[in-house]
């Protein structure tokens, strides 16, 4: 099964990148979530957004990345394609709907946490540069 996403690297002036754990979930993936039939990646992702950490960022220059696609982190034998925008704030964010906790992380804070696949393998390499992510 493929689930069709639209994330968000969202990125702070001070190189920090804001990542979230769903409820009930260990590992930390980018805000965004599951575009709906007939909706665009960006306004997916605008409506993720602001369902998921009260940010209505407008026409603030989101910027593609890439499509990227990895096994679910959450969905057993599911794939995840991501449709991958870089958003620069510095905007307050308050971790809500299925959110338990949104952390920035910086690259050098980045030991210790459990990520998704699809933020460990694709990106944070994106991000952050090409070095391996630790698991």
């Known amino acids: 099964m493929d689930i ?11 190189g920090a990148t804001l990542l979230v754990r769903k409820r ?18 960006l306004v997916a992702l ?4 602001d369902e998921e950490l009260g940010l209505r ?4 220059g989101a910027v593609y990345i890439g499509r990227f696609e990895s096994p679910a982190a ?6 995840v394609i991501a449709e991958l925008y870089r958003l620069d704030t510095d ?16 690259p050098d804070e980045r030991d210790g946490f459990i990520f998704a696949p699809l933020t460990r393998d694709h990106v944070l390499p994106a991000i952050w540069g090409a070095e391996t992510v630790e698991v």
């Open 57 to 60: 960022p407008g026409d603030k």
């Open 91 to 106: 905007a307050e964010v308050c971790a809500q709907a299925e959110i338990e906790e949104a952390r920035w992380i910086l």
């Open 4 to 14: 069709h996403i639209a994330a968000a690297a969202l990125m702070r002036p001070d």
């Open 74 to 79: 959450h969905e057993e034998g599911a794939r």
């Open 24 to 41: 009930g979930t260990h590992a930390f993936m980018q805000p965004g979530g599951k575009i709906d039939a007939g909706e665009a990646p």
């Open 46 to 49: 605008y409506r993720e957004l």
